[in-house]
């Protein structure tokens, strides 16, 4: 099955830094990467997606890219602000499943 | 968006009660349901997918007599925790899909906070 790692565990920032997450995934079939953000307490909330069909994404202050040789994908939060702090999960989706595995998360703290 | 909701948002049991946690997909038809369970600070944990008219699927490791499912409409899936015990505490969470409406998206319920005494 699909295993997806994801690091960094812990990612401390100053407000209006750039924030990396990465992730790695090791089933070459995995079609599309979704980015979910969870703040304490709450439900995870979609942020950000990509198909294997492109290499990036941008939204705003938010983009994700995509290397299908290397099999990772990293979101990119610039400009961040203290209301980005949360607990990012990226997770994969196999085209012959329709069950994304996440990975562990990033708690993403960004400090005034 | 699509929205899920769940209820109860939180819930307190003794030892050996069961409890029952609704999933509703308010504005869609979800014909594939997922419950899954977070510990504190770890990532989603998928317990089980839910189908709709048909037996849930258990990932391995989880004790079907134990979480029973039932997804009996397109719009509810139900989660019991059979005769809990403090181990069982956590936060349940369940999602839903609509292939047809939303394509692949999963969309999240709010979360269910169980504490066994």
């Known amino acids: 099955g699909e295993n997806v790692e994801q690091h960094p565990s812990t990612l401390s920032v100053q407000e209006g830094d750039s924030a990396v997450i990465k992730c790695t995934y090791s089933?070459?079939?995995?079609?599309?990467f979704p980015w979910y953000k969870q703040e304490l307490g709450k439900r995870p909330q979609l942020i950000i997606d990509?198909?294997?069909?492109?290499g990036e994404k941008k939204d705003q202050r938010i983009a994700v890219t995509l290397n299908k040789t290397a099999k990772h994908f990293s979101l990119h939060i610039t400009e961040t602000q203290p209301e980005d702090s949360a607990v990012y999960f990226c997770?994969?989706?196999?085209?012959?499943?329709?069950?994304?595995?996440f990975g562990r998360g990033t708690s993403l703290i960004v400090h005034p | 968006g699509a929205v899920v909701s769940q209820h109860p948002s939180w819930v307190i049991c003794k030892s050996g009660t069961s409890v029952k946690i609704e999933c509703r997909s308010l504005?869609?038809?979800?014909?594939?349901m997922f419950w899954y369970r977070q510990f504190p600070k770890q990532s989603l944990m998928l317990m089980a997918t839910?189908?709709?008219?048909?037996?849930?699927?258990?990932e391995q490791g989880v004790e079907k007599d134990k979480f029973l499912i039932n997804h009996a409409s397109l719009t509810l899936s139900t989660l019991t925790v059979t005769s809990a015990h403090p181990e069982d505490s956590s936060f349940y969470i369940c999602?839903?899909?609509?292939?047809?409406?939303?394509?692949?998206?999963?969309?999240f319920g709010p979360g269910t906070r169980l504490l066994v005494l």
């Open positions: 997770a994969a989706r196999s085209g012959g499943s329709y069950i994304p595995t």
């Open positions: 999602s839903a899909r609509d292939q047809q409406q939303r394509g692949e998206t999963q969309y």
């Open positions: 089933d070459s079939a995995s079609n599309y």
């Open positions: 504005d869609f038809q979800a014909t594939t």
């Open positions: 839910s189908n709709e008219g048909s037996k849930a699927t258990y």
């Open positions: 990509i198909r294997s069909n492109v």
